[in-house]
Structure formats: C-alpha cells, structure tokens
C-alpha cells in the first residue's frame, strides 16, 4: 500500500506517528518498503513473511479477546470489588 492509502485506512494517525511506526516495523523485519524511481518518488509498503505471521498471531490474540471479554470483565469487576472492601492496614 502507499503511505496516503494507509494513512486514509488509519484513521486519525498523524503523519509522523505513521512514519516513525512504519520504519520502526521496517527495522523489525515486519514490512518492506518499496522505492519506484519516477517524479516525484512512489514508495509502496507490504509486508513480509515475518510481518504476515506476527499478523496472523495478533489476529489470533484478537478473536481470543472478543471470545472472552465478558470473563475478562468479570474478573476485572470482581477483583476491583475485593479490594474495596479489604480491610485497611493497621498503622
């Protein structure tokens, strides 16, 4: 994809936090940056082998949340209750 056609699809990312994130994910090995020698330059990113399997695992992670989010919340819920009511310290 080109910069302005992820920049679109991210909605509310500013120029430069695109940026400074798609060279730290270059470095990393996750995308791959493509260069075309015309006026002015086109540049295209994609991602690598590495950068499609970190995706695959975050997806996986993701659905993994949504499937349990409700116990998630529960828990967060239930512990928040716990130490409301905890005794104070003794000083």
Same mark, same amino acid.
Request: no cysteine.
């Given at each position: 994809?080109?910069?302005?056609?992820?920049?679109? +699809?991210?909605?509310? $990312?500013? @120029?430069?936090?695109?940026? =400074?994130? +798609?060279?730290? !994910?270059?470095?990393?090995? !996750?995308?791959?940056?493509?260069?075309?020698?015309?006026?002015?330059?086109?540049?295209?990113?994609? !991602?690598?082998? +590495?950068?499609?399997?970190?995706?695959? !695992?975050?997806?996986? $992670?993701? %659905?993994?949340?949504?499937?349990?989010? @409700?116990? $998630? +919340?529960?828990?967060?819920?239930?512990?928040?209750? =716990? %130490?409301?009511?905890?005794?104070?310290?003794?000083?």
């Amino acid at each position: 994809m080109r910069f302005s056609e992820l920049r679109r +699809l991210l909605d509310g $990312i500013t @120029q430069k936090m695109l940026t =400074q994130t +798609l060279r730290a !994910l270059e470095r990393d090995g !996750l995308v791959h940056r493509t260069v075309y020698p015309t006026v002015p330059p086109r540049v295209e990113y994609g !991602l690598t082998d +590495l950068g499609v399997e970190a995706g695959r !695992l975050t997806s996986a $992670i993701g %659905a993994w949340s949504v499937v349990h989010a @409700q116990q $998630i +919340l529960t828990a967060r819920q239930n512990f928040d209750e =716990q %130490a409301a009511t905890a005794p104070e310290p003794l000083r």
